[in-house]
């Protein structure tokens, strides 16, 4: 099993569109988490930490369930800049993992 | 933050050879890592780069093969050594932001785009 996995997409939603994606993981002793995004032919950017109590930013809202290994990031009012690939990414205490990403293509 | 200068940012290589990328950061760091991120894949942590001492490398990765320099705080190298076609790669550096709003979060450089005919 991976440490971290994602489901690879994509999603293709109008503008407008309400999109979550899930990514669970797999080591039980992970102390971070974040949301990264990657635009094609761009370095992964930072979009959001995932804190336990959940957070919000703007239309991104991020939770994090310890018990089930599990983490959401909620896209609401989906724009075209939007579009991109979403990396799920978790700090195991020595290094950060990865996950595949997940493509999202929002349309016109 | 911390801005990440990479070079070259793209570059074609012959099979059999090596190519040497640097990673130049803005500010001194603690940690630094090489990624690799194939076409169509997420990334790889190859080996985090510490300073005055070996790199510490990742299962499936090697010294010979990728050899990393880390001379002082702000910068390093990383080596692709006897290039094949399968090392045909983007090759990330980042860095672990340390202090403030940034600690805990991983910056990264534009990347070099490495394809190996």
């Known amino acids: 099993r991976k440490e971290v996995e994602q489901d690879p997409g994509p999603f293709n939603v109008p503008e407008g569109a309400t999109v979550a994606f899930n990514c669970t993981y797999s080591?039980?002793?992970?102390?971070?988490f974040f949301w990264y995004r990657q635009d094609c032919r761009k370095e992964p950017k930072l979009l959001m930490s995932?804190?336990?109590s959940g957070n919000e930013d703007g239309r991104f809202t991020a939770q994090l369930n310890r018990a089930s290994q599990y983490i959401s990031l909620l896209i609401r009012d989906s724009k075209l800049s939007d579009s991109a690939t979403y990396l799920c990414v978790v700090w195991g205490g020595q290094n950060f993992v990865f996950g595949p990403g997940t493509r999202l293509s929002v349309l016109p | 933050s911390a801005v990440i200068s990479q070079k070259p940012s793209r570059d074609i290589c012959q099979r059999g050879t090596s190519l040497t990328i640097q990673c130049q950061v803005d500010s001194q760091v603690t940690m630094m890592f090489w990624y690799r991120q194939q076409p169509g894949q997420s990334l790889t942590l190859i080996a985090t780069?510490?300073?005055?001492?070996?790199?510490?490398?990742e299962s499936g990765f090697v010294i010979d093969k990728f050899p990393i320099s880390r001379p002082n705080l702000t910068f390093s190298t990383l080596t692709v050594s006897n290039m094949s076609p399968e090392d045909s790669s983007i090759y990330l550096c980042?860095?672990?932001?340390?202090?403030?709003?940034?600690?805990?979060?991983?910056?990264f450089g534009e990347g070099s785009r490495l394809t190996v005919l």
């Open positions: 080591n039980s002793a992970s102390q971070s």
């Open positions: 980042s860095v672990d932001g340390t202090s403030g709003s940034s600690a805990g979060e991983l910056f």
């Open positions: 995932v804190y336990s």
């Open positions: 780069a510490n300073q005055g001492s070996e790199a510490t490398y």
